[in-house]
């Protein structure tokens, strides 16, 4: 689970095998201004194929404004919630 805010934001979530191949890779793009309130990216892994061993989790952002200073994307809370059931 990743909260995003404003500018372009990327999300990739991959599962990997033991040898490191991605068997399951999804990604999320998202840009600047589209509601201008913080959004919760989230996605569930079901049905994934037997062997898996690592959940690769990546986030990128630009600032599209090209401001001076320290701005640009913000993320925050990046989560990995391992369920049992």
């Known amino acids: 689970m990743i909260f995003v805010c404003n500018e372009y934001i990327f999300v990739s979530k991959r599962l990997r095998s033991e040898d490191g191949g991605t068997v399951f890779e999804t990604n999320v793009e998202t840009d600047q201004w589209v509601g201008g309130d913080w959004q919760q990216v989230e996605h569930r892994f079901v049905d994934y194929p ?13 600032d599209r404004q090209y401001w001076a200073g320290h701005y640009g994307a913000k993320m925050a809370k990046t989560s990995v919630i391992v369920s049992f059931d």
């Open 50 to 62: 037997v062997g898996v061993r690592k959940v690769v989790i990546q986030n990128a952002g630009k």
